[in-house]
């Protein structure tokens, strides 16, 4: 311990972040130190049995950071941690300044925090001593010293509470491939209880072989030709170097302000982004969204057999979408102009580990136009106007097993903030006796996309918690209804029809349940306190896109019970500090009696208040060839766009990012020349 | 005329489309010179009215060109030319090789073809001298010397047969900006007769103040501080050159090789696109999409008083989508490394016109991955693999009046190819005496956007012509329909439901008339005759994207009798050489008696033959402030994407475009460090 006491203190000594201190900052590394003592000095550590699962900031109050400016002092410095020790889970709120835990709660179940990463690698390692797990390796003619073996949440169905944390351990093969997760050992159910690390159930019902090792490799090194298409390098730079600024956890770029800070369940936090507006009429800095953050993922295998059943997993809540973040790779994961941050968080024993590139940062160009006109009917002059459309991308990539999952915040000089989930990585895959779709003739649940392998179908949801500020925190949420209007004598016209916009605003949660596409509607968030010069309310538009798949599970289905908030892509719920994750602060093993849709039920009223945005990106995912041995990027997600928040298209008295173009436009005088 | 000969015949010399000829090449300079000289040396032109309305390549049949080959001699080069005289519109095929007339049809109406450019700008300058105008000029306190008009397809709402090439004319006012859409000339009705080229109708009905010219300025060198954001520069370097290369009009990169030929009506037509598989077990190159090309477009406004209902606009077969594509600016409409191509067409009176700048083609890296994963199970190393997307993007904009449409067509390496419709320039914007919403009280059919300025509701429908040959033309419609199964006790499982897929084949045009969303169901088109070594049948995939409205017009509404296919987002035909157009061969004041609703209702099989899928991308615009004085991008499409297509992800074993990344995946040993 003393050796890491050097390198952490030279760290803070360094960071910028403790030059812009900021409330909203993610724990420092000497933070999560001075937390780690705190705790392992308390009563809690009279168990060998303490186990760190969640340590992260205790938000100050939203009033708190509304009056906070830069150059008011820090409020208290308060941590909020989830422990288990003596099969109990541990609520701790801690006081970092005062270096005391100001509240203890234990938490009496039924469901159970996420797991962390150490116990996750312990519990992989029990099938390797069990002799019959042994025996099922050599009856697949497999070698034990190429086995793999991970744990995975079981979810709940219907038990009763046993208070046991019960995990699934899957097992794979590697050998000759990196992609183990091509070669599963399949038929074989591990159950494990991860508080007394050990094997509680197994069961080998059906043998299956282990599909071969061939074709399955994506390791670049191991590559053999005829090698795939590629063309010549397009590379990014920015001469006069990077655009925007970054002040401790503060991020300043073009006409955004907002801080990220990193948190081992949701990953990026994105808070207090704003705008500054430089017209004349509304001129100033307005604020947009108070936090934006994956609240949690729900992924539904559809295999109902045995071993697969269960997979039905909440990645930010049983996993950790944080803990799980991939270290981003220079130039590949992220473009060359990219700026990289570190993420720290509270391993298993409390001490802090860092992943670095946890997010990047960069500017993206992708070669169009934000705006564009060309006007040829004035008389001897040919205009033609257009601007680039330069943005700032924040990215994180989690890694939750085999899936990776690329989070994309894009904030466009627009006002535009355009949020992306893509899936890539490699699928949940089934070994098979199939080596031919001929030889299919009852429901296999997935798709042959290998010699033996079935890629099962399944489901991504990925639910963001979105509180928006529409220039301040008393919004309204507004259905904009489109509504054929028939023609009538009162109005004589040889049209028939046409539409026209019925606002409906809703007054409470029941009215803010919203499956998408069921009605020509545009969602508006806006704020009817603040209006442009026109009298228009300062508004936002939420603005989804084709991964818009809700569940199509049974409502009465257990997966189906503790994820409800996944039957509609979008719920309004009013601002409650408690409320942040959508399936519940605590989701392993959980029964839905704290999750979106239960607290939506309570139907309080959201007009005109603090309201706060879920919605959900979902995926149906029935794979094919292509997404084997590992899938493309599957990009799906939604736009918050302004809607009378500006006075105007705040980009037109923009000039141009590459070019100063105007000099032109009155040269040309035709856009067509005669050949 | 003689001035003229020099360029062009240097162009035929220089041009690298003569040594590569291909059956789709676009008709050259000397080819349009050629077919004027025929005609205007025909029985056509002893009237002085002879007028050119369209002239392009009249394709040779699908098997020509699928059993022509670069080594074979070019099929003859035939041309569809479409005229009026005599106040008669006019077929005609000519061969140009033998320089002679081959048929010659009259099409008795009702409807007409495209404007010309040259009619609509004299058909502009009627207003000026015309009376009553002066005085409506006049009495809107506007100088007739700022005043600027042009004509505007008029629809059909019930009218008989007339034999009159009617249009409106609107004209708006200049001045001090160049925004003069953002000025209208509210109130008044101009109806001219094109053949006659006069005012036929005049009636101003309401005397409304032209709009104020402050605010609407978009011209950079007009533009006063505050100034809007602006961040440093962002640009693409190639430092081996483009990776694509044309010859003539085949372009080929990467995977892919596509003919790219442009024509007055559609603008872009994308012919023979085709991939190169590696792969040891499909290898060879295999067809995709035998044409995609914009087919027509729908543009209902939703205003229906007498100067707004008949605002319902085809914009490629009134106005020719082509004809009115703009230059593309380098740099901006365009990324610096785009590659240019122009477009030529026959005026009015038949001569040559170029359009310089027509297509861009570049390589687009966004600084995203294609595909990633991080493995962190395998004991001593973590593996991060992750390649860069570059994908080739094909651009063309036309500008339709005040609006500006961007299509893109991206051919990515994995197959997909991505189209877009990106929405840009300035709305139909209305005069209205209000200056702020609360003295709105009735239905404006539009938003207050500016002073004095009503952003009129409307539709965007751009549909597609898609003849996909996915491996080959015999293709067949499927829809992937998930359907959720109920657990039943034959199966015990603790689970209650799953979904699975029930496939389902289009076997006439009846079942593959889709309205997305409706149910849950991926939409496949598939070769059944080529399958992969798993037997899975060769397929691509059709993925919509937001930008999926249809039309709420009332299905006896005029308009939507014209544009009937606008109520379904899909359509699927079998391959018919003469069904090009979704509107009708002619658009201007069509019946709807030729459309591809009317072509559907036939019920042809299309099942395992030739089809063609009609996708249509639509926008319900509601504007807001931030659309005035000029749009940003609303963007909108749909995706292709292979579908077992390959035997695996075909960028699997492609190298990292811009780094060998592999050297380094052995020694990182974890990806947390300890601080």
Partial sequence: MKLCLLPLFLFCFLSSSSSHPHPFDPLTPSELSTIRSIITSSHLNVSSSLSFHYVGLDDPDKSTILSWSSSSPLPPRRAFAILRADRQTHELIIDITKASIISHHIYPGPAYPSFNNEEEAQAGLLPMNYKPFLESVRKRGAKIEDVVCTSYARGWFGEEKQNRRRAAV?????????????????????TVDLDDMEIVEYRDRVVLSVPAAEGTEYMAARQRSPFGPRGNRVVVVQPEGKGF?????????????????FDLRAGAVISLASI?????????????????????????????????????????????????????????????????????????????????????????????????????????EIITESREEVSLVVRMVSTVGNYDYMIDWEFKTTGTIKVSAGLTGILALKASTHTHTNQINTDEHGELVGRNTIAVYHDHFVTFHLDLDVAGPANSFVKANLKTVRSNSAHPTPRKSYWTVVRETAKTEADARIQLGSTASELLIVNNGVRTALGNAAGYRLVGSNAAATSLLSDDDYPQIRAAYTKKQLWVTPYNREEKWAAGLYADQSRGDDNLAQWSMRNRSIENTDIVLWYTVGFHHIPSQEDFPLMPMLTGGFELRPFNFFERNPLINTEPFNKVLSAQSTTQTSKMAQV
């Avoid at 899957?170 to 591990?190: D, K, M, Q, S």
């Avoid at 600024?245 to 800070?261: E, K, T």
């Avoid at 070669?367 to 001897?380: A, F, M, Y």
């Fill in 170 to 190: 899957l097992c794979f093969v590697a050998g000759e491939t990196a992609n183990f997760y091509a070669r599963p050992i399949e038929g074989v159910t591990i």
């Fill in 245 to 261: 600024s970054i002040h401790g956890h503060m991020i300043r770029w073009a006409n955004w302000d907002f801080h990220l800070a």
């Fill in 276 to 380: 500054n507006d430089t017209s004349a009429t509304m001129a100033g800095r307005k604020s947009v969204l108070y936090r934006g953050f994956v609240s949690e993922l729900f992924i539904p295998y559809m295999d109902p057999c045995e071993e697969w059943y269960f997979k039905t997993y909440m990645d930010a809540g049983e996993y950790g979408f944080g803990l799980l973040a991939s270290p981003l790779e220079p130039t590949v994961d992220c473009p060359p102009n990219a700026e990289f941050m570190d993420g720290y968080y509270a391993a298993q024993n409390g001490e802090t580990l860092r992943i670095s590139n946890v997010f990047c940062i960069f500017e993206r160009y992708a070669g169009d136009p934000s705006w564009r006109h060309t006007e040829t009917l004035l008389p001897g």
